[in-house]
C-alpha cells in the first residue's frame, strides 16, 4: 500500500511541478541574466550561495527532524508546533544577524549588503516554508503540499513577467528581481502557515527554553549534515569570487550560473522524490519493513531517465545551453563547457537523493556527516587546485568529482547497513543500458540537420532501450503500483 501510494502522490507532485516550476529556470532566470548581464548576475549569484551556506542557523536540522517524527508520531503536531515556531523565528533572527556582521567583516559595500541582506530575507522565508511543508508531509499530506510547493515560484514568475514586459514603467535589475523574489516566499509562508494551523488544536508564541534546548540537541546531526552538504553543493560560486579577480570572479559565477541552470531546475524531480520518500522510509523502518523494494524501484525510476538527461545533455551541449540562454542564432553559448561537465552530476545528485534519503531515515547520520565532510574537503582542494587554471570549467570538473565520490559512499553504506542483496542483473542491466544510451547519441546527432529533432529521437529510442536492456518492465512497474 505504501508504494502504490507513494507512486500516486510521486506523480501528481511532478506532474503539478512540470507544469509550473521549469519557467523560473528555463525562462525567467536567464531573461534576467540576459537583461542584467554576466557581471551583475555574478555578483547575485555568488550572495546567493553565500547566504545558502550559512543555512544551518535557519534550521538546525529541525525541519528533517519534524518530518521524520510527525511520520512516526502524528499527535506531535498539534503538541509540538506552537514552540517549534517559535523556535525557528529566533533561529531566523540568529541567522540574519550572522550573515550581516560575517558581511560586513568580508568588506562588502553598501549595495552588496543590501542585497545579501535581502537574500537573507529570502532564505529564511524559504526554510520556514520547508518546515512548514515538513509538517504536512509528515501527516502525509502530499497533494497539498504540492500545491503549497508551487505557489512561490507561480508567483514569482508572474511579478517577474512584468517587470521584464516593463508594464506600469517598472524595470528590471537584480534588487526588483530579489524583491519579487521576497514577495513570492512571504506569500507562499503565509498559505504554508494557515495550511498547517488549520491541522492543530491551538497555536500561540510561546518560547519553551527546556524543549528548545532539548529539540537543538536532537536535531544537532541533521544540522552538521545539512551544513556539509550545503558547503559542498554552494561553494563553487563562492570560491570562484574568492580565487579570481573581482570583475573577472563574477563574470565567471555568472557563466557557471548558466552552466548550472538546468541541473538545479532537473534536481526538482529527485528532490520531490526524496521529501515524499522520506516519511515512507521513516514509518516503513519503524514498522521492520523491509524498503529493499521501494529502493530498488525509487532508484530505478529515478536512474534511467537521470542517465539519459545526463549523457543527452553532454552530447548536445552547445545546442541544448543556447537554448536554454536563449543565445541567437549562429552563436555559440559561453557556458557550453560547464554545461556539458555539470549535467553529468544528475546521475550521482538523483542516487544521492535515494539513499541519502534512506540513510537519513533510518538515523545513520554519522555515516552521511562523514561522507559529506570528506566532500567538502576533496571539493575544496580540486577548486583551489583547478579554478586559477580553468575558472569556472575547473569548478563544474570539481564539482563532477565531488557528487559521484557522494553517491558511491552512500551506496555502498546503504548496502551494508540493510544488508541489500548484490543484484547482478540490475548493474548489468545498467551497463547495456547506459551502453546504449551512449550509443544513441552518438547516432542521432548524424540523422539530420536539425538538432531538435536528433535529440527527440535519441530519447525515443533510450526511453524503448530501458526496456530492452531489462533495466525496466511494464510488469515489474504494475506490479508495484499494484502492491499491497
Same mark, same amino acid.
Given at each position: ?118 537574500? !537573507?530575507?529570502?532564505?529564511? %522565508? ?5 518546515? &512548514?511543508? #515538513?509538517?504536512? *508531509? /509528515?501527516?502525509? $499530506? ?80 541533521? !544540522?552538521?549534515?545539512?551544513? %556539509? ?5 554552494? &561553494?563553487? #560560486?563562492?570560491? *570562484? /569570487?574568492?580565487? $579570481? ?94 554545461? #556539458? ?144
Amino acid at each position: 500500500m505504501q508504494q502504490k501510494k507513494f507512486v500516486t502522490n510521486i506523480a501528481f507532485l511532478i506532474i503539478l511541478n512540470l507544469l509550473i516550476k521549469p519557467f523560473w529556470p528555463l525562462g525567467i532566470e536567464p531573461a534576467v541574466q540576459n537583461a542584467v548581464g554576466n557581471v551583475s548576475y555574478g555578483e547575485y549569484a555568488i550572495l546567493f550561495n553565500f547566504s545558502f551556506l550559512l543555512n544551518i542557523l535557519l534550521d538546525f536540522g529541525v525541519t528533517q527532524f519534524n518530518n521524520k517524527n510527525i511520520a512516526q508520531n502524528n499527535h506531535l503536531l498539534t503538541k509540538h508546533f506552537s514552540s517549534l515556531f517559535t523556535l525557528k523565528l529566533g533561529l531566523g533572527f540568529v541567522y540574519f544577524l550572522v550573515t550581516v556582521i560575517l558581511g560586513l567583516v568580508l568588506g562588502y559595500d553598501f549595495r552588496y549588503m543590501k542585497l545579501l541582506s535581502i537574500l !537573507a530575507l529570502n532564505q529564511f %522565508l524559504i526554510s520556514m516554508t520547508l518546515y &512548514l511543508r #515538513s509538517s504536512l *508531509l /509528515g501527516l502525509h $499530506l502530499f497533494k497539498t503540499d504540492s500545491f503549497v510547493s508551487v505557489a512561490d515560484r507561480l508567483i514569482m514568475t508572474v511579478l517577474c513577467l512584468i517587470l521584464l514586459g516593463r508594464w506600469f514603467g517598472l524595470e528590471i535589475d537584480i534588487m526588483s528581481f530579489v524583491y519579487a523574489q521576497t514577495i513570492g516566499y512571504t506569500i507562499t509562508a503565509i498559505i504554508a502557515f494557515g495550511t498547517v494551523y488549520h491541522k492543530t488544536r491551538h497555536f500561540r508564541l510561546t518560547w519553551n527554553f527546556p524543549f528548545s534546548v532539548m529539540i537543538l540537541k536532537q536535531s544537532f546531526p541533521f !544540522a552538521v549534515l545539512v551544513l %556539509l552538504m550545503t558547503f559542498y553543493n554552494r &561553494l563553487d #560560486s563562492v570560491m *570562484l /569570487g574568492s580565487l $579570481l579577480p573581482e570583475t573577472e570572479g563574477s563574470e565567471q559565477a555568472g557563466i557557471y550560473a548558466k552552466g548550472f541552470r538546468l541541473l538545479e531546475a532537473g534536481n526538482m524531480i529527485p528532490y520531490l522524490f526524496s521529501i515524499q520518500l522520506i516519511p515512507i522510509f521513516s514509518r516503513m523502518i519503524k514498522h521492520k519493513e523491509n524498503v529493499e523494494q521501494i529502493v530498488k524501484t525509487s532508484f530505478i525510476l529515478l536512474i534511467a531517465p537521470a542517465l539519459v538527461v545526463s549523457f543527452g545533455c553532454f552530447f548536445y551541449a552547445q545546442e541544448i545551453s543556447g537554448l536554454i540562454n536563449h543565445v541567437k542564432p549562429g552563436q555559440i553559448s559561453d557556458s557550453y563547457r560547464e554545461f #556539458s561537465i555539470l549535467m553529468l552530476c544528475y546521475t550521482a545528485i538523483s542516487a544521492t537523493y535515494i539513499f541519502g534519503t534512506l540513510l537519513t531515515a533510518n538515523g545513520n547520520l554519522k555515516q552521511l556527516n562523514i561522507t559529506s565532510f570528506v566532500g567538502i574537503c576533496l571539493n575544496l582542494i580540486l577548486n583551489f587546485v583547478l579554478i586559477p587554471d580553468y575558472k569556472a570549467l575547473g569548478s563544474a570538473y570539481s564539482s563532477l568529482i565531488t557528487q559521484f565520490f557522494i553517491a558511491g559512499i552512500q551506496i555502498y553504506f546503504s548496502i551494508k547497513i540493510f544488508k541489500f542483496h548484490f543484484n547482478t542483473k540490475l548493474i548489468l542491466s545498467l551497463c547495456v543500458f547506459i551502453a546504449g544510451i551512449v550509443g544513441f547519441n552518438l547516432f542521432s546527432r548524424t540523422m539530420t540537420s536539425n538538432w531538435f529533432i536528433n535529440f527527440a529521437v535519441m530519447c525515443v529510442f533510450c526511453g524503448l532501450w530501458a526496456f530492452v536492456s531489462g533495466l525496466l518492465s511494464l510488469r515489474s512497474i504494475y506490479k508495484f503500483i499494484k502492491f499491497k
